[in-house]
């Protein structure tokens, strides 16, 4: 069983930059999505970033294209989250997520396994 364990969440300000690290142990198949998603309070988990483990395309939710980098060491088994230009509204716990499950899926509920989430609050 994989277990999936998110690091890097801090405070920090409007406009600054962080950089997210999931570390899944157990076996990293290729057929494997990974992804990130996130969920502020009072609110759903909402779809963020996400990559495969045999490939290299990315995609993202609107609300961060641009601005965050989604990537990927396999010799690792870590994948990245590289957030720029943060805003009060990226402020949430965010969670490393992995399913095997077509390149392009989104919906929280497709992805099996999760980590416990890092908080990362940015302060306007």
């Known amino acids: 069983q994989v277990q999936l364990v998110e690091s890097g969440g801090r405070l920090v300000q409007s406009g600054g930059s962080l950089r997210l690290s999931c570390v899944a142990s157990?076996?990293?198949?290729?057929?494997?999505?990974m992804a990130w998603f996130r969920q502020a309070p009072g609110k759903e988990r909402e779809f963020v970033a996400a990559i495969s483990w045999g490939g290299d395309l990315p995609y993202y939710a609107d609300s961060v294209k641009g601005r965050f980098t989604i990537s990927k060491d396999n010799a690792k088994n870590t994948v990245y989250l590289q957030m720029n230009s943060l805003k009060p509204e990226d402020t949430a716990v965010y969670y490393c997520?992995?399913?095997?499950?077509?390149?392009?899926?989104?919906?929280?509920?497709?992805?099996?396994?999760w980590g416990q989430g890092t908080q990362v609050t940015v302060s306007s």
């Open positions: 157990g076996r990293a198949f290729n057929s494997y999505i």
């Open positions: 997520a992995r399913a095997r499950t077509p390149w392009g899926t989104k919906a929280s509920a497709d992805f099996g396994s």
